[in-house]
């Protein structure tokens, strides 16, 4: 939650009034995550769900000003970026706090990542995004089906919709855009 909620809220916190005194165009872009649409995630998820309902505030709230400032939300799913290899810039000291027994998983994700879309193509998308004022912005056109089936369970009021995170890693293994 530090990173992934407060992070963005302590950021819009004192940029926007900045923004908003200097009175020129600008535009918002809050990185949360497909896990804020979908189900599932544990904290991450319940911090990028955050970050989605924050941004959607944001929006509402620049409209309502008039203010020349845009606001749009990333949701991406897998993007080649590294991050699961984070630990490589922890400290010594925290070094035993990494599970050792993840080998597999990791693999997995690695696996997964190689097929995963490039910083570069998510960067392209986002300039478009807001070249055009879209709010919300799901560069990975395969996930739209996993987002209607868990707003269709919503709607129905059924039983959480669940992800089948294997089916999911065999698809992005086969190049389906996941």
């Given at each position: 939650m530090g990173a992934n909620f407060w992070g963005v809220l302590c950021g819009l916190q004192v940029f926007i009034p900045h923004m908003?005194?200097?009175?020129?165009?600008?535009?918002i872009v809050n990185t949360a995550s497909l896990a804020?649409?979908?189900?599932?995630?544990?904290?991450?998820?319940?911090?990028?769900?955050?970050?989605?309902?924050?941004s959607e505030s944001l929006y509402r709230d620049l409209k309502a000003r008039d203010a020349k400032i845009g606001a749009s939300v990333l949701c991406p799913g897998f993007v080649n970026t590294g991050?699961?290899?984070?630990?490589?810039n922890r400290p010594e000291e925290f070094a035993s706090d990494?599970?050792?027994s993840n080998?597999?998983?990791?693999?997995n994700l690695d696996s997964v990542l190689q097929h995963a879309k490039q910083p570069a193509e998510i960067a392209e998308i986002v300039f478009e995004a807001i070249q055009?004022?879209?709010?919300y912005i799901l560069p990975h056109p395969a996930w739209d089906e996993i987002v209607r089936s868990r707003v269709e369970h919503v709607l129905a009021r059924q039983a959480p919709f669940v992800l089948d995170f294997e089916d999911l890693t065999r698809?992005?293994?086969a190049g389906e855009g996941f």
């Open positions: 908003l005194e200097h009175g020129e165009e600008g535009h804020g649409l979908i189900p599932g995630g544990g904290a991450y998820g319940v911090s990028k769900h955050g970050v989605l309902a924050l991050i699961f290899k984070a630990e490589r990494l599970p050792e080998a597999g998983a990791r693999a055009n004022d879209r709010f698809r992005t293994v």
